[in-house]
């Protein structure tokens, strides 16, 4: 990954300069997102200030940005088709009450379950959607009002103002970092289309492609209160309840994923639950003010973080800046030429993506690869939180086939003649059947030890197949001693058989489920 990032402290006057650029990389996306929700673009601009300020006065990870995003968008899109934007209102007030309820039970540390190579395909898979969504800037519509690609004169500008962005971004830096690089292209860019009158489409012209609305525009009014327009019956919840534990889980999974991120970007660490609780308060909010909800958004996270936004002044700048351009300055941002965005989030794609994951593919185990490989396109075919379950599902599959090849055990026959078995590595439900090939029982001793100062007992399929064991001994009229078998799997012993002789000599303190350390 390309090291866009400066690892500075808190600046007031960065946070204000980098809030600034995240505003105007801000109103294109919630009118995007707005509109492929099926809503109103004021119902996303009004959510992407809401969320954005409230994370960033509340959240766990200062410098992170919120607001309205893609992966909430195709959610609700379903849902506002079938039911309308009423019950979508009831959905979101929903997604926001399940995820203050994931901060309060802490149920935010379960982000650290996320393997590495997962998080590698996320960023990647990110990367490319990002990248992607960018190109329907590269259309524009005919005579007919249908949409096809730029081509000649229109294409070369389109294409010269981009380069021209990613240039100032990548250049300055190396001159001055007292301003943001990505707010001075977004300026100079503007200034040059304005003033040398370059026919380029700006975001005013992108907002009345996308409604066919040719008065369309960007100012608008404070969101006002509103409770949705929902029977309170058990056939509302029937309806909102899936989409609401839907978006909930996604919300969360994006904003933690984006969290840890920043956490190495910046080389400090959020607090993962206080962030969920701010993410829900935010939605429950957006509930009752008639605004669509979001989560954290990894785009304009970058853009912050590499303009050295670092405090929650960036976030909430961003939010203010942003409600700010609705009420009084639509005129001013809507002459900010699209290419000026197309750039910065061109850089940000660059920033974002992996890079050192392509050049380890042949360093790392073939199904960490695949794994990589397998979450980037499924966050591009479906959608992030589809992603990371199946990274995280195919990676435990893969640590369980190894580990069940793990176990073994080294016999010896004692002075008593008891037959002993030292066991090595983990019992659990994937080395069950290894397990029980280990054992002789028709040639055995009438006395057989099973020592488990060395192995780990996991989970029950380990205590039934301990289990199991005794009861091939017993049929044979010959006893099975376990020695050194912790406590917490004494007592599942105790209730899943009673068929085995337990002889405790000085147990390891350990536990069978490591949750008093989660």
Same mark, same amino acid.
């Given at each position: 990954?390309?090291?866009?990032?400066?690892?500075?402290?808190?600046?007031?006057?960065?946070?204000?300069?980098? /809030?600034?650029?995240?505003?105007?990389?801000?109103?294109?996306?919630?009118?995007?997102?707005?509109?492929?929700?099926?809503?109103?673009?004021?119902?996303?601009?009004?959510?992407?200030?809401?969320? @954005?300020?409230?994370?960033?006065?509340?959240?766990?990870?200062?410098?992170?940005?919120?607001?309205?995003?893609?992966? !909430?968008?195709?959610?609700?899109?379903?849902?506002?088709?079938?039911?309308?934007?009423?019950?979508?209102?009831?959905?979101?007030?929903?997604?926001?009450?399940?995820?203050?309820?994931?901060?309060?039970?802490?149920?935010?540390?379960?982000?650290?379950?996320?393997?590495?190579?997962?998080?590698?395909?996320?960023?990647?898979?990110?990367?490319?959607?990002?990248?992607?969504? +960018?190109?329907?800037?590269?259309?524009?519509?005919?005579?007919?009002?249908?949409? =096809?690609?730029?081509?000649?004169?229109?294409?070369?500008?389109?294409?010269?103002?981009?380069?021209?962005?990613?240039?100032?971004? *990548?250049?300055?830096?190396?001159?001055?970092?007292?301003?943001?690089?990505?707010?001075?292209?977004?300026?100079?860019?503007?200034?040059?289309? +304005?003033?040398?009158?370059?026919?380029?489409?700006?975001?005013?012209?992108?907002?009345?492609?996308?409604?066919?609305?040719?008065?369309?525009?960007?100012? &608008?009014?404070?969101?006002?209160?509103?409770?949705?327009?929902?029977?309170?019956?058990?056939?509302?919840?029937?309806?909102?309840?899936?989409?609401?534990?839907?978006?909930?889980?996604?919300?969360?999974?994006?904003?933690?994923?984006?969290?840890?991120?920043?956490?190495?970007?910046?080389?400090?660490?959020?607090?993962?639950?206080?962030?969920?609780?701010?993410?829900?308060?935010?939605?429950?909010?957006? &509930?009752?003010?008639?605004?669509? &909800?979001?989560?954290?958004?990894? @785009?304009?996270?970058?853009?912050?973080?590499?303009?050295?936004?670092?405090?929650?002044?960036?976030?909430?700048?961003?939010?203010?800046? $942003?409600?700010?351009?609705?009420?009084?300055?639509?005129?001013?941002?809507?002459?900010?030429?699209?290419?000026?965005?197309? &750039?910065?989030?061109?850089?940000?794609?660059?920033?974002?993506?992996?890079?050192?994951?392509?050049? !380890?593919?042949?360093?790392?185990?073939?199904?960490?690869?695949?794994?990589?490989?397998?979450?980037?396109?499924?966050?591009?075919?479906?959608?992030?939180?589809?992603?990371?379950?199946? @990274?995280?599902?195919?990676?435990? $599959?893969?640590?369980?086939?190894?580990?069940?090849?793990?176990? *073994?055990?080294?016999? =010896?026959?004692?002075?008593?003649?008891?037959?002993?078995?030292?066991?090595?590595?983990?019992?659990?439900?994937?080395?069950?059947? /290894?397990?029980?090939?280990?054992?002789?029982?028709?040639?055995?001793?009438?006395?057989? !030890?099973?020592?488990?100062?060395?192995?780990?007992?996991?989970?029950?399929?380990?205590?039934?197949?301990?289990?199991?064991?005794?009861?091939?001994?017993?049929?044979?009229?010959?006893?099975? =001693?376990?020695? *050194?078998?912790?406590?917490?799997?004494?007592?599942?012993?105790?209730?899943? @058989?009673?068929?085995?002789?337990?002889?405790?000599?000085?147990?390891?303190?350990?536990?069978?489920?490591?949750?008093?350390?989660?």
């Amino acid at each position: 990954m390309f090291d866009l990032t400066a690892k500075t402290g808190f600046s007031p006057k960065t946070d204000i300069l980098s /809030g600034l650029t995240v505003a105007l990389a801000l109103v294109p996306e919630a009118v995007a997102f707005a509109f492929v929700a099926g809503v109103d673009p004021l119902v996303g601009l009004h959510a992407a200030f809401i969320v @954005g300020l409230i994370t960033a006065v509340l959240g766990g990870r200062p410098g992170m940005i919120s607001g309205a995003t893609g992966a !909430i968008a195709i959610v609700l899109v379903a849902l506002v088709a079938e039911h309308g934007i009423q019950y979508m209102l009831a959905a979101v007030v929903l997604m926001g009450v399940l995820q203050v309820g994931a901060g309060v039970l802490r149920l935010g540390k379960f982000i650290r379950m996320v393997p590495h190579p997962v998080m590698l395909g996320f960023v990647n898979g990110l990367a490319i959607v990002i990248f992607m969504a +960018q190109l329907s800037q590269f259309q524009a519509p005919d005579a007919s009002g249908q949409m =096809h690609w730029m081509s000649g004169t229109p294409l070369y500008i389109m294409l010269g103002l981009v380069a021209a962005t990613m240039a100032i971004i *990548h250049w300055l830096p190396k001159l001055t970092r007292a301003v943001p690089a990505s707010l001075v292209a977004i300026v100079a860019v503007t200034l040059a289309v +304005q003033v040398l009158g370059v026919d380029s489409p700006s975001i005013v012209d992108y907002l009345r492609t996308m409604s066919g609305d040719a008065d369309a525009t960007l100012r &608008g009014s404070l969101p006002a209160f509103w409770i949705p327009e929902v029977p309170f019956s058990l056939e509302t919840l029937r309806i909102v309840l899936p989409y609401g534990i839907i978006l909930a889980a996604v919300g969360l999974i994006e904003s933690l994923l984006t969290l840890t991120l920043v956490d190495e970007l910046t080389e400090t660490r959020g607090r993962g639950n206080k962030e969920c609780v701010a993410q829900g308060t935010a939605n429950i909010v957006c &509930g009752f003010f008639s605004a669509m &909800g979001g989560c954290a958004m990894i @785009g304009q996270s970058m853009i912050n973080i590499n303009s050295g936004g670092r405090g929650r002044l960036s976030g909430i700048t961003a939010a203010l800046t $942003l409600l700010a351009f609705v009420l009084v300055g639509s005129s001013i941002i809507e002459m900010v030429p699209v290419a000026a965005l197309v &750039g910065v989030m061109f850089m940000v794609v660059i920033g974002t993506f992996a890079w050192s994951s392509l050049s !380890i593919m042949n360093k790392v185990p073939a199904t960490d690869v695949l794994v990589v490989i397998l979450v980037s396109a499924v966050t591009v075919l479906t959608d992030l939180a589809v992603a990371v379950f199946v @990274g995280v599902i195919v990676s435990a $599959l893969v640590f369980a086939w190894k580990h069940a090849k793990v176990i *073994h055990a080294i016999s =010896h026959t004692d002075a008593e003649g008891a037959k002993v078995y030292s066991l090595r590595g983990p019992l659990f439900f994937g080395s069950c059947k /290894g397990f029980g090939d280990l054992f002789d029982p028709r040639n055995d001793p009438e006395q057989v !030890i099973v020592e488990f100062e060395h192995a780990r007992v996991s989970d029950h399929s380990a205590i039934e197949a301990i289990d199991s064991l005794a009861e091939r001994y017993l049929k044979l009229g010959k006893t099975l =001693h376990l020695r *050194h078998l912790s406590p917490d799997c004494r007592k599942l012993v105790s209730k899943a @058989g009673r068929l085995i002789e337990v002889n405790v000599l000085e147990d390891p303190q350990y536990h069978v489920a490591d949750d008093a350390l989660a």
